[in-house]
């Protein structure tokens, strides 16, 4: 199965990108043909600063490699290093409906939340839909928000498959999403999901002292120690339980619903548990920080590979358009 899936350099990797995300990303490079890149185009709609663009795609790289990905059994490369992207952006622009992209909840929230309403934003999932489409992908990792984006992925493939392929052929592979719904909600310091946006996020490379204080600011009710709660409808559980160990986790459920702990102790907990799974990774990424032309090397091998990719799928294209 062709694997594709890619994460915007929009600042440092936090808990829920790993939840939601990166762990897929290295369980599935095992058994299929995967491609996972850096969306440092899509990080134009948030990050308009060039150092601090290109410092946040070097880390997103890093920590990636760090986390598990393996070059030599996945693609990773970064989305500019592609250019067909854009081109195969453009081809898709010309045959999607206004109204489809009107109805992306994604570009209602943020321009909610504050951002102004650019064409980049209107346009995120046409660009998203290259992304994916460019690469024969069959399956695409993604978190529960990012479903209708590629639901308006199939919508553009199946229209330009209809208007250029025709019923003799098909330009374009339909891809399925591929969603754990167990993790599709990462809880956030402020018991919202965790996101940049609401700035409740927890860095998955922040040093053990940040990840103790951090984790301490995590929101929670005023029910005393003593008395009993519900775990199943505390947010402070929900986040301690995707990283404790199975006992631990047993424990403290065991304990929550008998009444006796408090939430002072299971944020210590959840603090350390934070720390001891990632103490690896963070010692391969001092690693890889280490060894900057590796990275490099990673990072043109990726680029050339998935472009040779790329460019089939664009000619393909190009072709049922008449251009070329």
């Known amino acids: 199965m062709r ?34 890149f850096v969306a440092d185009y899509h990080a134009l709609t948030s990050v308009r600063d060039a150092a601090t663009l290109h410092k946040y795609v070097s880390d997103v790289l890093v920590d990636l490699l760090a986390l598990g990905l393996d070059p030599e059994r996945a693609v990773l490369f970064v989305q500019s290093d592609v ?24 570009y209602k929230d943020k321009v909610q939340q504050g951002l102004p309403a650019e064409h980049g934003l209107f346009a995120y999932p046409v660009l998203q839909a290259a ?6 992908a069959d399956l695409v990792p993604v978190g529960q928000d990012q479903k209708q984006h590629l639901e308006i992925t199939r919508d553009v493939a199946e229209r330009f498959n209809h208007v250029y392929g025709g019923k003799k052929k098909e330009v374009f592979r339909l891809p399925k999403p591929y969603i754990l719904d167990s ?51 505390d947010p402070l559980f929900g986040l301690f339980k995707l990283f404790a160990k199975e006992a631990d986790r047993d424990e403290v459920e065991r304990r929550y619903r008998e009444g006796g702990i408090g939430y002072g102790e299971v944020k210590t907990r959840l603090g350390e548990a934070l720390i001891e799974t ?9 690693d890889w920080v280490a060894h900057p032309e590796r990275v490099a090397a990673v990072r043109a091998a990726g680029a050339e590979k998935a472009r040779a990719t ?11 358009c008449g251009l070329g």
Request: aromatic share 8%; proline share 6%; glycine share 6%.
């Open 278 to 286: 990632f103490a690896e990774a963070r010692e391969r990424r001092a």
């Open 131 to 136: 992304d994916i489409l460019l690469y024969d």
């Open 310 to 320: 790329a460019r089939k799928v664009l000619d393909r294209a190009r072709a049922a």
């Open 83 to 106: 250019p067909e992207t854009v081109e195969l952006s453009w081809l898709l622009t010309s045959v999607t409906p206004m109204g489809w992209l009107e109805k992306c909840v994604s």
């Open 183 to 233: 993790v599709a909600v990462v809880p956030g310091l402020d018991g919202r999901k965790m996101s940049k946006s609401y700035s409740n996020t927890i860095e998955i490379f922040d040093e053990p002292a940040a990840i103790r204080k951090k984790v301490k600011k995590f929101v929670t009710d005023s029910t005393p120690v003593e008395a009993p709660k519900d775990p199943d409808a």
């Open 3 to 36: 694997i594709l899936s890619g994460i915007q350099p929009s600042g440092a990797l936090h808990i829920g990108n790993y939840l939601g995300a990166i762990r897929q990303y290295v369980a599935l490079q095992d058994a299929n043909d995967a491609y996972y």
